[in-house]
């Protein structure tokens, strides 16, 4: 069993960044790959971005990529996403989640065996 909780989410203007983080339970954090997924309001829940139980792989939605960096700290059982050049349309609850799956670097859903709570990111205009 692994718990999830985010942190770091707001409200930031156009351009901005911020620096999301989520801190796993369990002694097996290792093992898991991690992702980032996000939902805005009134529509179906996205992959965002996701990271390897190594660290050495990693997959970005072509949304997000060049701006968002994706990173974990496996001693401290802690995956982090790094979102800079924010745009209004990064507006959404952003969750994280963690997979056993046989694919190192999940891009669905159902790859993934546990998810936080989220944490709402807001961005203005």
């Known amino acids: 069993q692994v718990q999830l909780v985010e942190s770091g989410g707001g409200m930031v203007q156009a351009g901005g960044s911020l620096r999301l983080s989520c801190a796993a339970s369990g002694r097996t954090f290792s093992r898991y790959a991690m992702g980032w997924f996000r939902q805005a309001p009134g529509k179906e829940r996205e992959f965002v971005t996701a990271?390897?139980?190594?660290?050495?792989?990693?997959a970005y939605a072509d949304s997000v990529k060049g701006r968002f960096t994706i990173s974990r700290d496996n001693a401290r059982n802690t995956v982090y996403l790094q979102m800079n050049s924010l745009k209004p349309e990064d507006t959404a609850v952003y969750y994280c989640?963690?997979?056993?799956?046989?694919?190192?670097?999940?891009?669905?859903?159902?790859?993934?065996?546990?998810w936080g709570q989220g944490t709402q990111v807001t961005v203005s205009s």
């Open positions: 989640a963690a997979g056993l799956s046989r694919i190192p670097v999940g891009t669905m859903r159902e790859h993934y065996n546990y």
């Open positions: 990271v390897s139980w190594s660290g050495g792989s990693t």
